[in-house]
């Protein structure tokens, strides 16, 4: 198993990419504490992953967005199961509005759950992998949104954008403790961001691989990035998101598998 002993953080765990991520990562011999800002969305993928790998998973209740909150997930995380070595950064919400018409408390609220949040979380996380001084990976969740413009989430690629070249900073800073930093950049991934359902229509996605994106997708390479095989990257963004970003290719049906 690729991650045994190993401790990880997920945020936004509750659904969709996080939840993948834990069940994966527990299934690769590691133990995972699930943050979301919803409690009981968090226990229920907690409850799924310990029924089938008894006290392998904990969850935590937490806006990522708030010091106080982030610095509670690291402190229970290490108290259950003794340090952290992974951290996923995977909470975010979005909007839909033009940026003329983009409220500021708006801009705010997203700026401060998708980008602040990846600041504070690796604040907190990599004091606790420094001081336990055996290295550790960090990797976030980026977008297709942060790498180009769109006509509407507005505060939404900003934070994306920003996330991906603080990730780059928080590399070359954390490199000195053997704490590797990443992103992955996913399109469009199961239901959208802070949905529950994938819309009955579909989302319309383009891309060169033919069918439409799920969390199991993303989880796996996250696991990669997380393991021993990925120990040569960091500052790194590693695409996963169908070839969308190369080109817009709209696929009526699945293509071959390789």
């Avoid at 954390?174 to 949905?195: D, H």
Wanted: proline share 4%; glycine share 10%; net charge negative.
């Amino acid at each position: 198993m690729r991650l045994e002993n190993q401790v990880a953080i997920v945020t936004g765990a509750g659904r969709n990419i996080g939840e993948s991520v834990g069940h994966h990562f527990v299934g690769e011999g590691a133990k995972v504490a699930l943050v979301d800002v919803r409690l009981e969305a968090a226990q229920a993928v907690a409850d799924a992953i310990n029924a089938e790998h008894p006290g392998c998973a904990i969850a935590v209740q937490a806006d990522v967005s708030s010091s106080e909150d982030v610095q509670h997930m690291v402190s229970a995380t290490v108290e259950a199961f003794g340090g952290v070595d992974i951290l996923v950064n995977n909470a975010a919400i979005t909007d839909h509005t033009p940026a003329l018409d983009l409220p500021e408390d708006e801009w705010d609220r997203i700026i401060d759950v998708t980008l602040k949040s990846v600041f504070l979380t690796c604040k907190y996380t990599g004091r606790q992998m420094r001081d336990q001084g055996r290295g550790g990976k960090i990797i976030n969740i980026a977008s297709t949104s942060g790498h180009r413009g769109r006509a509407d989430a507005t505060a939404y690629s900003a934070a994306k954008g920003g996330v991906l070249n603080l990730t780059r900073s928080l590399a070359i800073q954390f490199a000195q403790f053997g704490v590797r930093v990443n992103s992955l950049t996913p399109n469009r991934i199961g239901s959208p961001v802070g949905q529950e359902e994938l819309p009955s229509e579909g989302r319309g996605v383009s891309n060169l691989v033919g069918r439409q994106g799920m969390p199991p997708d993303i989880a796996k390479a996250v696991v990669f990035l997380a393991s021993d095989e990925a120990d040569f990257i960091a500052a790194a963004d590693l695409l996963v998101d169908g070839g969308s970003l190369a080109g817009s290719v709209a696929f009526s049906s699945p293509r071959p598998s390789q």
